[in-house]
T-cell receptor, first 116, second 115 residues
Framework: GAVVSQHPSWVICKSGTSVKIECRSLDFQATTMFWYRQFPKQSLMLMATSNEGSKATYEQGVEKDKFLINHASLTLSTLTVTSAHPEDSSFYIC????????????FGPGTRLTVL | AQKITQTQPGMFVQEKEAVTLDCTYDTSDPSYGLFWYKQPSSGEMIFLIYQGSYDQQNATEGRYSLNFQKARKSANLVISASQLGDSAMYFCAMRGTGTASKLTFGTGTRLQVTL
């Protein structure tokens, strides 16, 4: 149980285009989903927290208009990187949890974004 | 503010031996949770073990155990009988109260299991 999927697992795009990454909880309802960014050989940096049906809460320094987050249902959250630039190239990981059940967050496999 | 410190950037252990990965934390929250995750080279974050701040006993999950010393604010991960497949990055993380379940991560420890 507690499986989280991400799609796509990797994507290459041209500078200036937008990229959408999906995060799905496959076998449980996720009251909260989180989006992280990880640079090579570094730890995870929380970008935003999204609760189903409400606006995402962004961490300080994360551009809301750049990284659009939608949490439309209890099993799906999307991250859209708008007008991507090479500096947006990174590993993006989502996690999902149901704080009515437990404290544990379960992570997706990650999406590697490369912007040319 | 919460802080997680992992002071070992890299560790080596021989196969079948036990290894301890250090984690210390700092928080003013009266109630919190501590987690360990494993990240192999594929990138996925695998949940290993959880310890609640009010849990009386140290958490165990198979070959993983958490040495929780509340007074010292430490939550070390012990892996027994190391296997080659244990080679990965290991992250310690904390969740506090009133933080919308946000996790604060340490910088990680890279474990290499050798023959």
């Amino acid at each position: 149980g507690a499986v989280v999927s991400q799609h796509p697992s990797w994507v290459i795009c041209k500078s200036g285009t937008s990229v959408k990454i999906e995060c799905r909880s496959l076998d449980f309802q996720a009251t909260t989903m989180f989006w992280y960014r990880q640079f090579p050989k570094q730890s995870l940096m929380l970008m935003a927290t999204s609760n189903e049906g409400s606006k995402a809460t962004y961490e300080q320094g994360v551009e809301k208009d750049k990284f659009l987050i939608n949490h439309a249902s209890l099993t799906l959250s999307t991250l859209t990187v708008t007008s991507a630039h090479p500096e947006d190239s990174s590993f993006y990981i989502c996690s999902a949890g149901n704080n009515r059940v437990s404290d544990t967050q379960y992570f997706g496999p990650g999406t590697r974004l490369t912007v040319l | 503010a919460q802080k997680i410190t992992q002071t070992q950037p890299g560790m080596f252990v021989q196969e079948k031996e036990a290894v301890t990965l250090d984690c210390t934390y700092d928080t003013s929250d009266p109630s919190y949770g501590l987690f360990w995750y494993k990240q192999p080279s594929s990138g996925e974050m695998i949940f290993l073990i959880y310890q609640g701040s009010y849990d009386q006993q140290n958490a165990t999950e198979g070959r993983y155990s958490l040495n929780f010393q509340k007074a010292r604010k430490s939550a070390n991960l012990v892996i027994s009988a190391s296997q080659l497949g244990d080679s990965a990055m290991y992250f310690c993380a904390m969740r506090g109260t009133g933080t919308a379940s946000k996790l604060t991560f340490g910088t990680g420890t890279r474990l290499q299991v050798t023959l």
